[in-house]
């Protein structure tokens, strides 16, 4: 653990996807902060059933959340990406209900738990910024939900390519041009709840189309526009969002 990114010079608020700290709450939000966690590709950042004295806010790399039967079957619910805030739900329901893995070598901005209640009661702005946090990550689920259970399985694809490039592009990585995604086709299959056979046979149509790439390091989406309209899906509703 380190604190070599302060606040203050965070580059993920220059960006216009996140919203303008108030100085007092920029303030709080610096004296909150303990440092920042580096961990690398692979590593358990959270276990379900744990219990955390942190929550995490992603400053750069690629991560996922996922449960598992007790037979190891996984289940990935979502994808974290820059500015995207891990360990919430351990901090309020005691324990965590699912794990966080890292997709690539990733920096964490680290906070103490314990003064969360003082967020709460100190400085409503805030507060207001991470039940919005929360709300949004249960209209994602939504919308994972509703892919799985209605739309086929090159419909689901499209969608989740095109959902995650799109997330990409809103906080710069990779800009407007292709969008480079290191997961694999084992991660497409555990989200989308299809066999890897299958998902292998689903993605060979998307790069038939040439709406994608397919290399060992992960997939590069070519046509964003093109993988929503093969979902029917309308795109990322949020325009400026919360920063902790």
């Known amino acids: 653990m380190t604190r070599q990114v302060p606040c203050e010079s965070c580059p993920l608020r220059q960006m216009p996807a996140f919203r303008e700290f108030e100085k007092p709450e920029l303030a709080f939000v610096s004296s909150f902060?303990?440092?920042?966690?580096?961990?690398?590709?692979?590593?358990?950042?959270?276990?379900?059933g744990s219990n955390s004295a942190h929550l995490f806010t992603v400053l750069s790399g690629w991560g996922f959340r996922y449960k598992l039967l007790e037979d190891g079957r996984r289940q990935i619910l979502n994808y974290v990406l820059p500015g995207d805030m891990i360990g919430l739900q351990g901090s309020l329901m005691g324990e965590m209900q699912?794990?966080?893995?890292?997709?690539?070598?990733?920096?964490?901005?680290?906070?103490?738990?314990d003064r969360l209640m003082e967020l709460y009661r100190d400085y409503p702005g805030l507060a207001y910024d991470i039940t919005w946090i929360a709300a949004r990550e249960?209209?994602?689920?939504?919308?994972?939900?509703?892919?799985?259970?209605?739309?086929?399985?090159?419909?689901?694809?499209?969608?989740?390519?095109?959902?995650?490039?799109?997330?990409?592009?809103?906080v710069g990585m990779n800009g407007k041009g292709k969008v480079d995604i290191p997961i694999t086709q084992q991660h497409v299959a555990d989200t989308?709840?299809?066999?890897?056979?299958?998902?292998?046979?689903?993605?060979?149509?998307?790069?038939?189309?040439?709406?994608?790439?397919?290399?060992?390091?992960?997939?590069?989406?070519?046509?964003?526009?093109?993988?929503?309209?093969?979902?029917?899906?309308g795109g990322l509703a949020e325009h400026v969002r919360p920063l902790l």
Request: hydrophobic content about 45%.
């Open 33 to 48: 902060k303990r440092g920042e966690l580096a961990v690398d590709k692979g590593a358990t950042l959270l276990s379900e």
């Open 98 to 113: 699912h794990s966080v893995e890292a997709l690539s070598p990733m920096l964490l901005c680290m906070f103490e738990r």
């Open 138 to 170: 249960e209209r994602m689920l939504d919308e994972a939900l509703l892919s799985i259970g209605r739309r086929s399985a090159l419909e689901r694809a499209a969608y989740l390519l095109a959902f995650i490039a799109s997330r990409a592009r809103k």
């Open 192 to 233: 989308l709840g299809l066999s890897l056979v299958h998902t292998n046979k689903t993605i060979r149509k998307l790069i038939d189309r040439k709406l994608v790439q397919w290399r060992d390091g992960g997939c590069t989406v070519l046509d964003i526009e093109g993988l929503m309209a093969l979902a029917d899906w």
